[in-house]
């Protein structure tokens, strides 16, 4: 049987991988710096990960549970669906926006198994259904695919941040302002691209 990790270790070991895949990716992470620099030996991450995939899988559980957390409340609170739609995007938009490390996490890691992000993508494809049953939602919408490609959206956007910003008008450094009328524009093209005319 096997011991519990305590709450202390456990954080330091998958705020070191996280770190870790964020920078090297899941090909280049090495286990043994995830170790060196959680502070542990690397049999103790094999003992209670088994792999290099299953650390990777509880880094990625970790984000998503954070993420799911955080929206918990904002999905099942009143209003319209879009509403809640529109709030639930940008809250989406300003966890992936301050959590930079997932970001790279996701978009450098290849073919990454979304399975933990399930429970939030699934919030947004309850959303949309609830508006279609409503009539607020096109009919002809797929609730899962516009559910992941807002997820798409927003990571693909704080990814390639630097390629947007050198292509939008000039705004004297004023970055922050540009990533706020991203999230805007976002937001707006899916639910006015959703809404039922």
Do not use: C
Not at 42 to 64: I, M, N
Not at 73 to 97: K, N, Q, V
Not at 145 to 150: D, E, F, P, R, S
């Amino acid at each position: 049987m096997k011991h519990k990790l305590s709450n202390t270790r456990a954080l330091r070991i998958i705020d070191s991988a996280q770190r870790e895949f964020a920078q090297e990716g899941f090909e280049g992470a090495r286990v043994d710096r995830i170790a060196r620099s959680a502070g542990v030996n690397k049999q103790l991450l094999f003992y209670y990960y088994q792999s290099k995939q299953g650390l990777f899988q509880a880094v990625l559980g970790r984000a998503a549970a954070d993420l799911e957390q955080s929206l918990a409340g904002l999905t099942a609170s009143g209003g319209r669906p879009l509403d809640r739609l529109e709030r639930s995007l940008d809250l989406l938009y300003t966890f992936f926006a301050s959590h930079p490390e997932l970001v790279s996490l996701l978009t450098r890691s290849g073919r990454v198994d979304i399975a933990p992000f399930a429970p939030v993508i699934k919030r947004l494809v309850v959303l949309l259904a609830e508006g279609q049953g409503l009539g607020q939602v096109r009919d002809d919408v797929d609730p899962h695919l516009t559910a992941a490609q807002a997820l798409v959206l927003m990571v693909g956007f704080l990814n390639l941040e630097s390629v947007v910003s050198a292509s939008a008008p000039s705004l004297a450094v004023d970055e922050p302002a540009l990533r706020q009328r991203w999230r805007e524009g976002a937001t707006r093209l899916l639910v006015a691209g959703v809404a039922a005319r």
